[in-house]
Structure formats: C-alpha cells, structure tokens
C-alpha cells in the first residue's frame, strides 16, 4: 500500500483545454500513459514501466482502434454499404466497439460471441442495438468465428464482416495510433513493447511502427500458460484457430502467464495503483514487471485493454478477499 | 451409473478429440477422479491442487452451475448431462 501522501500532487499539470469534438468517435485513441509507480517498487531507478489505459476509449477497450479502422476502410472501398449489416464473431471487447461504431453511422450490427463471455459484455452490446448470436460456449472464440463463417456463408450478399482475426486493418489501426502514441508519450525512451494477443493486432500493428522507429525495441508477447484458460481476451496460440494478422516470427520473445497470477495482479492495480483493470491487463502487467525485474535500464511499455468494470460479475472476483488473506496476493514474480 | 460429461476445445486433447464422453461417480468429486482413471491429466486441469475446481472453470449439471448446488458434493445420477466449460473466451 501507498503512503497516505506519497503520490499526492499539490501542483496540477498545466492542462490542455478538454477536448471538443463532433463524433463520440472522435474520442477513439490518445488514450493517457500512466507510470505504474507501485508495484514497481524495488526495481533499479534506470527502470520505468508504463501502461496504456485503453478503457479510456469511448467503447472501454483498445478494440475501437481496430473496429473504426476496419469500418472505414470498408466504407472507402465500397466493401460496407449501407444496404449490409456489419457481422462478426467476438469475445466481447470488438463486438462493443462493431456496435457503437455502427450506431453511430447508421448501420446494423450483429455479433457472434460465445454464450460464456461476462454479462456485463453482451449487456452493453445490447444497448447499443446490435443483434447478439450465441455459440456454444464449450467451443470458445474459436466455435464463434466458425459459426459467424457459416452464418456468412449462408448470405454472403447481406453482409459485410470486417473479420478483425485476417483484416490487415487492424494491425495497421495499432500501427497508425498505438505506435506513434507511445513513441510520443515515452519521448522515444520506449526500450521493450510487452502486450497480450487477442487478435495480434495490436501487437504485430505497434511492434511494426516501433521497429521501424528503433530496431532495437523489443516487442515482447504475452500469452496464457494453457489452453484452458481464465484470461478473457487472450488466446493460446498453440491450441488455437491462429489469426492471419498474427506473426510470431516478428516477435523477440513470449511471456507465459498463469491465470492465477494475472487474477492476483488485478487485485494488485486495484489496490495499489488504484487502477481497476480486466484479466488480460492483469496478465500484461505480470509478464512486464517479470521481465522488468531482469533489466538494469529500461523503458517498458504496455497496453492494459480495458477497465475491469465489466468483470465484476465474473468468476475473477468471486471470493478474491479469502484469497488475498492466505497471502496469494504477494506472489513473488 | 454413468452419465454423460461435455467436454472443452482446451481438454480434447486428453479425450482422444471426444467432445462427449461417458463417465462414473455418485458425485463431481467422484467423477473427476474417474475421469482421471480414463483420461491422466484431465484433473489438474479442472482442479487446483487443494482438489478445488478452479475458478476458471464451470461445472453444469444438467445446466445448473455446481457452486450453486453442493459443488463438488453435488449428487449425480444415471443419464445426467455434465457440461465442463471455461468461464471465459479466449480471443476477442
């Protein structure tokens, strides 16, 4: 825990006016930076480690980025019209920025998203009015995009699928905002890129920027430990339906993460940074202070993809009190 | 008594690819364990090592999830669906 005043500042950052805009869309990107401070604690000074608050983004997630960019480049090459309905399979994050992107430029949503995603996810996808289409939640993601296929297969004319697993649109979303951004944010001190893969999209599209900034950024992936798994956003390549914009060869390295010690960094940011989180920002926080804790000097960067106030019913926070007090919560990494 | 337990993508691999198989046990407890017998390696990945199911995964008999009965007390019988599914989904 904090001292009571350790991290209280008395003189505010000149601010920017808050920004005006026309589109909610508008607020998609420049996400802040934040410097994990806490639970950095005993790391070499030469070593700072940052996190990209992407519920900062109208949608909660990281997945606007993505979704705005498949949309509009479906709009521009004639692919969405406003005849089709915009159809694709989601775990959750995507299927809420297909829907409010879609709402917000007149076109119909539909969504294939396995019946085990958080109700908090299919609640706020509903209220956005796009249509909700369970799979069968023993298949995963993975029955969900096959389903989503067949559904398109059977009426290929209706619809338009921006198909976020084999768009090239969504790595070069991350490659067009997230990079540029950290590389901005961290004045080009950025040294190691660490992120959890969902699609890949994100870390292929800001690995690629980085690189191309500085080939000496390491991009660094963060996956789960095994196939069955607690971590609601990310995949286990090895046993999974691998996406077309994935690339493992344009990665320096993997950081396995059990499920069990991304649940208790959750609890972690909630306690100490005082930064409620989902399970994979749990997981990208783990694998990044792992890996922090064998450099010297160092500028670590990672995304957190959401806030975890759509988790809050599930399974990550159900008796977590009795678990910190049997001392899981001070794991040694 | 057996009764019929659906299994998961991620568990496949120790049941030959079955996404359905045939089970024994008065109870859950007692059908891990025979689950274990047919298909090592099965257990660890639905229980921790203090024999709990781990939260992460969702035990249904016949659609009613078993922390809402007596967990792995829970009473089976002959021709009940068991359904083990992850509480979550990879992948976004």
Known sequence: MAQATSSLR??????LEPKRVESVLDLIGETPLLEIRQLTEGLPAGVRVFAKLEGFNPGGSVKDRAALRMIQEGIRTGKLTPDKTILDSSSGNTGIALALIGCVLGFRVELVIPANVSRERKQIIDAYGAKVIHSDPLEGSDGAIRLCRKILEENPGRYFKPDQYFNPMNPQAHYETMGPEIYRQTRRKITHFV?????????????????????????????????LHGLEGLKHMASSIVPGVYHEDELDDKIPVATE????????????????????????????????RRLRSATLVTVFPDFGDKYLSTNLWVGWRDRMAVGNLKFSI | MPVRVRV???????????????????????????????????????????????????????????RFLQNLETALKEGDSISIVPAIAGGR
């Open chain 1, 195 to 227: 992120a959890g893969i969902g699609t890949g999209g994100t870390i292929t599209g800001t690995g690629r920027y980085l690189k191309e900034m500085n080939p000496s950024i390491k991009i660094i992936a963060v996956e789960p430990d095994d196939a």
């Open chain 2, 8 to 66: 998961p993508t991620p568990l496949r691999k120790f049941t030959q690819g079955a996404d359905e198989v045939s089970a024994q046990g008065t109870n859950i407890k007692a059908l891990v364990e025979d689950l274990e017998k047919n298909f090592p390696g099965i257990k660890e990945r639905i229980c921790d090592e203090t024999g709990k199911i781990r939260r992460f995964v969702n035990v249904y008999v016949n659609g009613d999830d078993i």
């Open chain 1, 261 to 292: 010690d991304a649940y208790a960094m959750v609890y972690r940011l909630s306690q100490e940074e005082g930064v409620l989180v989902g399970q994979s920002s749990g997981a990208a926080m783990f694998a990044t202070l792992k890996l922090a």
């Open chain 1, 10 to 15: 008395l003189v505010p950052y000149p601010s």
